[in-house]
C-alpha cells in the first residue's frame, strides 16, 4: 500500500557527502536519475553536506530501494574522486511513515527548513541545492533540453548509461532541474496556499520532527546557537579563550558541560568539538 515516507540519512560526523558546487550538482543529477527506476514520487528534498533529506510517496519498498539505490550512487561517487570506499558505509538511511496530514505539512516545512537550521543564512528557497524554490513560484525554471542535447553531452551530465526523458531539461552549470522531477503541484495542494508553507518554514520545526524520527535526544539549540555561547561557556569553565586552546581532558569536560548546559546530544557535541561520537557517548 502507498503512503508517504520520510526518508533521512544520519549525518557523517567526520566527511561530507557533498564537497564542491560540482558534487552538489552530481547529487542532484543523480535524484533525476534513480526516480526513473522506481514506482515512487517526489515530494520534496534537501542536500546537506554530510545528509540528505527526502519526502517519497511509494510503498514502503519501493521507497526503501529508492533511498538505498541513492545511498549506493553516493558512494559510487565519493570512491570515484577520492578513493573513499568507507564513505557511506556506517551510514544509515532511516525511512519514516507520515501518517498525518499536520505530520506531513510538519515533515515538508522541516526538510525545506534544513539550510536555516544548520546556520546557512539565507532563505529556505534560496539555497540552492533543494526543491523549496519550486512551490508556489509563477517563474518556471528554463533550460536546454535532453533532446536537444547530442548524446555525448548527454552521458557528461548524467554520467550513467541510463536513457533519461527527453523532456528533461539542464541549466548552464550541466544540473537536470528539479522541477522536472519534483511533484510541486502535490505539495501546492496539501499547503493550499504559500502563507501557510511561509508559516511553517519560520517555525522551528526540529524538535518535533526529530524527537518522532527517534533522534531528538532532547536537542533545544541549533549547531549555530551553540557555537555562539560556547567560547562563553570556554571561558567561564577553563579559562581559555577558544576551543583550540583545550587539551584533551579539558574536551572531554566540556562534553559533559554541553549535555547540561545546551541539552547537546552525542552527534551534535561529537561534530562540534571534533571528537569520536563512541568517546563522547560514554561521557554523556
Given amino acids: 500500500m502507498k503512503g508517504y515516507y520520510h526518508v533521512s540519512s544520519h549525518g557523517l560526523e567526520k566527511n561530507d557527502i557533498f564537497k564542491s ?51 549506493r550512487r553516493c558512494a559510487m561517487r565519493m570512491r570515484q574522486k577520492s578513493g573513499d570506499v568507507q564513505g557511506m558505509k556506517d551510514v544509515y538511511v532511516q525511512l519514516s511513515k507520515v501518517d498525518t496530514v499536520e505530520y506531513l505539512e510538519n515533515v515538508i516545512a522541516y526538510i525545506l527548513r534544513n539550510p536555516l537550521a544548520a546556520g ?50 539542464v541549466d548552464e552549470n550541466g544540473m537536470i532541474l528539479p522541477s522536472c522531477y519534483v511533484d510541486v503541484d502535490a505539495v501546492e495542494k496539501i499547503f493550499r496556499h504559500p502563507s501557510r508553507l511561509l508559516f511553517l518554514l519560520a517555525k522551528r520545526l526540529e524538535n518535533e520532527v526529530e524527537i ?20 562563553v561557556l570556554i571561558k567561564m569553565e577553563f579559562n581559555k579563550e577558544s576551543l583550540v586552546q583545550l587539551s584533551m581532558n579539558q574536551r572531554i569536560r566540556l562534553c559533559y558541560l554541553m549535555k547540561r548546559n545546551f541539552k547537546s546530544n552525542v552527534k551534535q557535541i561529537a561534530r562540534l568539538l ?8 560514554k561521557v554523556v
Fill in 21 to 71: 558546487k560540482q558534487d552538489f550538482i552530481s547529487g542532484m543529477n543523480d535524484i533525476a536519475i534513480c526516480i526513473l527506476g522506481f514506482d515512487v514520487t517526489i515530494l520534496c528534498f534537501c542536500l546537506m553536506s554530510n545528509h540528505f533529506h527526502f519526502l517519497l510517496y511509494g510503498t514502503q519498498e519501493e521507497c526503501r530501494n529508492f533511498s538505498e539505490e541513492y545511498k
Fill in 120 to 169: 546557512v543564512l539565507i532563505m529556505p528557497y534560496h539555497y540552492l541545492w533543494s526543491s523549496a524554490m519550486l512551490y508556489f513560484n509563477p517563474t518556471k525554471p528554463m533550460g536546454l533540453k535532453m533532446n536537444d542535447m547530442s548524446l555525448r553531452k548527454r552521458r557528461l551530465v548524467t554520467k550513467s548509461h541510463v536513457e533519461v526523458p527527453d523532456s528533461y531539461m
Fill in 212 to 231: 518522532k524520527l527517534g533522534v531528538g535526544d532532547e536537542v533545544s539549540l541549533t549547531d549555530q546557537e551553540v557555537l555562539a555561547q560556547l567560547p
Fill in 274 to 281: 571534533h571528537l569520536d561520537p563512541k568517546i563522547v557517548a
